[in-house]
């Protein structure tokens, strides 16, 4: 292990990541420096990052992903009155924390590693921490998370987490990166490692999101509205990286059209955090 990734560092990190995602403006549909939403604000994402610390520390040298993820999710609510800030951040962040304490020369494999070696109390421990934020869900009749009878399923059938992110792959991008290697968070840390060089972090990490939300429909707005806004929203993006929109019209309108890319934002939270463990400087 690399003298510097020690948990403390990498819990920074962590936190780190999440603070400087939302603080990347303007950043079309999400929260970020100059915008807010009526039930959730600025100040609240920054108060849950910190908030989570000790959690992110912790997730370094033990607990299941499931029981970090839950526990992640109470220190949430403790810290702020916004409601569910980084559920998605913390289904990809908690691996690589782990994947982390072994160093950054094969990150990515020891993540793939530690997802596929998840449990069926990780499962069962996931779908506790929904009670605890209020995570934008599309209907289900099978395992729906809102059902307690689902737990005792999730033990007869000998489901683990990683057994639900592949169930869920088809419709959510988060738990897809668990099925794919993470290849879009590392894909984002690369992209925001090669910006700064010649450009603030700030714009690293706009232009990052802008690519990913170009590149892909933003899952979290087809459970929200439906596939259809979702390309939409994809559709524009592409339009300011071909020039035909500004990145400030972009944002004024999905703002005002309450559309929040927020599992692109989730991307960005690790692709952050890779980045910083590879060397990125605010």
Same mark, same amino acid.
């Given at each position: ?8 560092y990498?819990?920074?990190?962590a ?30 994402? !920054? ?22 993820i839950?526990? #992640?999710?109470?220190?949430?609510v ?21 994947? #982390? ?12 590693? !530690? ?69 879009r968070?590392?894909? #984002? ?40 806004? #979702? ?40 692709g952050?955090?890779?980045a ?7």
């Open positions: 292990m690399s003298p510097n990734l020690d948990p403390p990498i819990a920074r990190c936190v780190l990541a999440m603070a400087l995602e939302v603080s990347g403006t303007p950043k079309p549909g999400n929260i970020d420096r100059d915008h807010d939403y009526v039930d959730t604000k600025y100040e609240d994402f !920054i108060a849950a990052a910190i908030g989570v610390f000790p959690v992110m520390e912790k997730a370094c040298t033990g607990g299941g992903i499931g029981e970090l839950l526990e #992640a999710s109470d220190e949430c403790k810290w702020q009155s916004g409601g569910n800030t980084h559920f998605g951040a913390y289904i990809l962040l908690f691996p690589l924390i782990k994947a #982390a304490m072994s160093g950054t020369d094969h990150l990515k494999e020891n993540a793939i590693d !530690i997802v596929r070696d998840t449990t069926v109390n990780d499962a069962v421990d996931f779908y506790k921490a929904f009670s605890k934020v209020a995570v934008r869900m599309k209907d289900s009749e099978d395992l729906d998370v809102r059902d307690d009878s689902s737990l005792e399923e999730l033990r007869e059938r000998g489901l683990t987490m990683y057994d639900i992110m592949e169930i869920s792959s088809k419709n959510d991008m988060v738990a897809k990166e668990w099925v794919n290697g993470f290849a968070c590392f894909k #984002a840390g690369r992209s925001i490692l090669e910006k700064r060089k010649t450009g603030s972090l700030n714009d690293a990490t706009v232009l990052t999101y802008l690519e990913l939300l170009a590149e892909e429909p933003d899952t979290f707005i087809v459970k929200k509205y439906d596939l259809e806004k #979702a390309h939409y929203t994809q559709r524009l993006a592409i339009d300011v990286m071909d020039r035909r929109m500004t990145l400030n019209e972009l944002s004024n309108r999905l703002y005002m059209e309450k559309i929040n890319p927020g599992s692109t934002a989730d991307i960005i939270i690790a952050l955090f890779i910083l463990l590879s060397g990125l400087k605010v």
